[in-house]
């Protein structure tokens, strides 16, 4: 009863004609709560180089208006111009979603296809199944760990990554996925040790 499970399970699976995987992008709680940091810092410094240019206190913490204007309350309102330009980046990038997208694998058509959300316009990649060598795994440990899944393309050097920037995903997912990816495109796996 379990090799007719198996063989069912296994006919299941190579049914599938398409693969479509979601990529998350600039959407996340760090950059929201950073965002809201560098709001609340921003206006933080820019009120209290007011207050030390007015000589009134704007902050309902500490006595700002007792700073000399020169030269704290100009580097106050330095520091203030500076984060606040931070912060309309990042929540522009929050906006627009950046590096969202998705990647699709149609068996029928043999086609790839990566879109990915852009600064000012959106990406995408079309390829032939014949133009992809292997699946990468490209794992790093350490202080900056990485654990992405990438298409090794025949005749180019670097490895196209399929993966969100910033995703850390378990070590047994990643294999898992990419060896799902190696089967569904009949290629080989790399980055296993």
């Not at 090799?3 to 699976?13: D, G, H, K, P, T």
């Not at 693969?19 to 600039?26: A, H, T």
């Not at 007015?54 to 309902?60: A, C, I, S």
């Not at 330009?85 to 990566?114: H, P």
């Amino acid at each position: 009863m379990e090799s007719n499970m198996e063989s069912n399970m296994e006919s299941n699976l190579s049914s599938f004609n398409k693969i479509e995987q979601k990529i998350n992008g600039s959407r996340k709680i760090s950059n929201y709560l950073v965002g809201g940091m560098l709001t609340i810092g921003g206006l933080g410094f820019i009120l209290a180089a007011i207050s030390s240019y007015t000589g009134r206190d704007l902050l309902p913490l500490g006595n700002p208006s007792s700073l000399l204007f020169i030269p704290q309350g100009i580097i106050m309102g330095a520091y203030g111009l500076i984060a606040n330009l931070l912060n309309i980046y990042l929540w522009y990038l929050v906006l627009i979603n950046f590096g969202s997208g998705y990647n699709s694998f149609d068996k029928s058509s043999k086609s790839v296809e990566i879109t990915r959300k852009g600064l000012f316009k959106d990406v995408k990649v079309e390829l032939k199944f014949d133009e992809i060598k292997s699946v990468k795994l490209d794992i790093s440990e350490g202080f900056n760990p990485r654990r992405r899944i990438a298409l090794v393309l025949k005749g180019k050097k670097k490895a196209l990554p399929l993966s969100g920037a910033g995703e850390l995903k378990p070590l047994l997912q990643v294999e898992e996925e990419g060896a799902k990816l190696a089967k569904f495109l009949n290629v080989n796996l790399e980055g296993l040790k």
